[in-house]
T-cell receptor, first 113, second 114 residues
Framework: GNSVTQMEGPVTLSEEAFLTINCTYT??????LFWYVQYPGEGLQLLLK?????DKGSNKGFEATYRKETTSFHLEKGSVQVSDSAVYFC????????????FGSGTRLQVQP | GAGVSQSPSNKVTEKGKDVELRCDPI?????LYWYRQSLGQGLEFLIY????????KSGLPSDRFSAERTGGSVSTLTIQRTQQEDSAVYLC????????????FGPGTRLTVT
């Protein structure tokens, strides 16, 4: 079946540090890939997405590139802020069959001032 | 415009009781999904409705769980004879072909079974 693997958290960084959260996937076919973010006390929000190989999704300074050869979609940000503290979920969606997201386990990011 | 709404936001119930959770999707969205977020299991798919097609129930954990979608809009997730392991946040999402099936999530219902 399809699956998503994320790095374990929590990840603790100082403000302005570089962020990488690793995400790899297993899928039969060619999924679309997503990063969702859940801020404390809030619902899931789409952060960015990529629908085919070599696409780069970007939003709010975050980026992720769809790498088919390594089946990865790592999330990066050059300079994190305290307000980026949240739980980040990597997810995939197939374009056939069940159109429900398959999520990774989530990675909690804590940014300290 | 209005997003996905869910009610109640919090529900505490006694073990063995039935509960109903409601989801109002974004107007015009043809697809509706229920997920569950729990400490031990992360985010799990439960059920998916698409238009008038038969729902995909393959994620429902037991026959105590059921869901329906009336008139292609509002959905209700029902859990019968609740157990403590049902305690979780239940999330609803909706999507449409116009938005490339990008899923928009509601705030969730936190269910606590005592």
């Amino acid at each position: 079946g399809n699956s998503v693997t994320q790095m374990e958290g929590p990840v603790t960084l100082s403000e302005e540090a570089f962020l990488t959260i690793n995400c790899t996937y297993t899928a039969t076919g060619y999924p679309s890939l997503f990063w969702y973010v859940q801020y404390p006390g809030e619902g899931l929000q789409l952060l960015l997405k990529a629908t085919k190989a070599d696409d780069k999704g970007s939003n709010k300074g975050f980026e992720a590139t769809y790498r088919k050869e390594t089946t990865s979609f790592h999330l990066e940000k050059g300079s994190v802020q305290v307000s980026d503290s949240a739980v980040y979920f990597c997810a995939l969606l197939m374009d056939t069959g069940r159109r429900a997201l398959t999520f990774g386990s989530g990675t909690r990011l804590q940014v300290q001032p | 415009g209005a997003g996905v709404s869910q009610s109640p936001s919090n529900k505490v119930t006694e073990k063995g009781k039935d509960v109903e959770l409601r989801c109002d999707p974004i107007s015009g969205h043809t697809a509706l999904y229920w997920y569950r977020q729990s400490l031990g299991q992360g985010l799990e798919f439960l059920i998916y409705f698409q238009g008038n097609s038969a729902p995909d129930k393959s994620g429902l954990p037991s026959d105590r769980f059921s869901a329906e979608r009336t008139g292609g809009s509002v959905s209700t997730l029902t859990i019968q004879r609740t157990q403590q392991e049902d305690s979780a946040v239940y999330l609803c999402a909706s999507s449409s072909r116009d938005s490339s099936y990008e899923q928009y999530f509601g705030p969730g219902t936190r269910l606590t079974v005592t």
